[in-house]
């Protein structure tokens, strides 16, 4: 059969490209199935076709700190974390575009402490506090992935500490076809947090943490240094049942993901999303992309993903890629969302994207450090 254009284009692709697309878990078929569908409807694609803001229950508070409900899940999270049960995810793979287009863990949270640094220094009370390391774990990118490891060395052990990356794919036209940079090179992009299940399959890591005795999987962004292991929030997640647990907090004046209902679960949805017509202000809470799944879950999820289109800007021109979000394992794993603190020395939500706000945050930053045994 006669390769279509598109196909003999792939083919022709330079060796280096091929490689790289190879390394990534390039998947052809998926792209060539994009092409197919033409200029992409983003609304069609994207948004949920009906939702409804979440019902009471949807959303819980956990207890308070120091109340008998709340040390008696803190004890319930520390049997569990002094079997070696807990591994902490950190999703590694930005870039620090409006810092200069910097690795992000390489950039300094506090003076003289990396981002990186400071995920490093919270595993050690952990391990402190229940004679068993929780491993860490980071899923880069291409961009970030040659650095991270660099400035990891040989503590890269596969086991306290091990390295990932996410999956690529191509940038397209509007129409489909291939999208090539200034260079005159096919522009390779990476998938999207979401690649955490198909990532972490193909590295191996999360069975071998399963064989030995692993269950919990906790995963945060890199710059929200707030989002560490908690073991009464991992008590509650264990008796409550639920295969994931994601962390929300209060909106002040946030953008992004919501817990809402679909298709009677309650599910994390990106605003962009939502329903048109949805209004997003019935909704008095954000998603902050911390999660606590089941390991066994992670490992067997299998449900295919929404990658949603997303238009970018490349060299002044504009494309098209394909991104699936984490949030989506809610439409798919028994769901439970917990409102956390977003501020004072419990806050559990201090994300940093530009200098300004790193300016703004660093008190709050280095208060939580130090309340974690970071510093």
Wanted: hydrophobic share 40%; with cysteine.
């Amino acid at each position: 059969m006669t390769p279509t254009p598109l196909e003999a284009e792939l083919d022709a692709l330079s060796p280096g490209t091929q490689t790289r697309l190879a390394a990534g878990g390039f998947d052809r078929a998926r792209f060539l199935a994009w092409s197919r569908e033409g200029a992409a409807d983003k609304d069609a694609t994207n948004r949920l076709d009906a939702c409804a803001p979440p019902r009471e229950g949807d959303v819980v508070t956990p207890p308070l700190p120091g109340s008998t409900d709340e040390r008696r899940l803190r004890l319930r999270g520390d049997a569990a974390l002094a079997r070696g049960e807990v591994a902490l995810l950190v999703l590694a793979g930005g870039m620090a575009t409006r810092m200069g287009s910097v690795v992000k863990a390489l950039v300094e949270a506090l003076p003289g402490k990396t981002f990186l640094e400071l995920r490093l220094a919270g595993q050690r009370p952990i391990e402190a506090g229940s004679g068993k390391h929780a491993p860490l774990w980071l899923m880069t990118s291409e961009a970030t992935d040659a650095a991270i490891r660099e400035a990891l060395g040989a503590r890269v052990d596969g086991e306290r500490v091990a390295v990932f990356p996410q999956l690529v794919s191509l940038r397209a036209q509007a129409d489909g076809s291939l999208f090539r940079d200034a260079a005159g090179e096919a522009s390779i992009h990476p998938t999207g947090h979401g690649d955490v299940p198909e990532a972490l399959s193909r590295s191996g890591v999360l069975r071998r943490f399963i064989d030995g005795g692993g269950k919990y999987v906790w995963i945060a962004n890199l710059d929200n240094l707030g989002a560490t292991i908690d073991a009464a929030l991992l008590g509650g997640h264990i008796e409550s049942g639920a295969q994931l647990s994601v962390e929300v907090v209060d909106k002040a004046g946030d953008k992004g993901g919501a817990p809402v209902r679909y298709r009677d679960r309650v599910v994390i949805c990106e605003d962009f999303r939502l329903p048109l017509g949805f209004d997003a202000a019935q909704v008095s809470v954000f998603n902050t992309n911390t999660m606590l799944v089941d390991a066994a879950a992670l490992a067997a999820y299998s449900a295919p993903f929404t990658y949603c289109v997303v238009e970018k800007k490349v060299d002044g021109r504009p494309c098209i890629q394909r991104e699936r979000l984490l949030g989506e394992l809610s439409f798919h794993l028994t769901t439970r969302c917990v409102r956390v603190p977003r501020a004072g020395k419990e806050s559990r939500f201090l994300p940093v994207k530009d200098p300004d706000e790193l300016a703004r945050r660093r008190g709050e930053i280095e208060l939580v450090a130090r309340q974690r045994g970071m510093l």
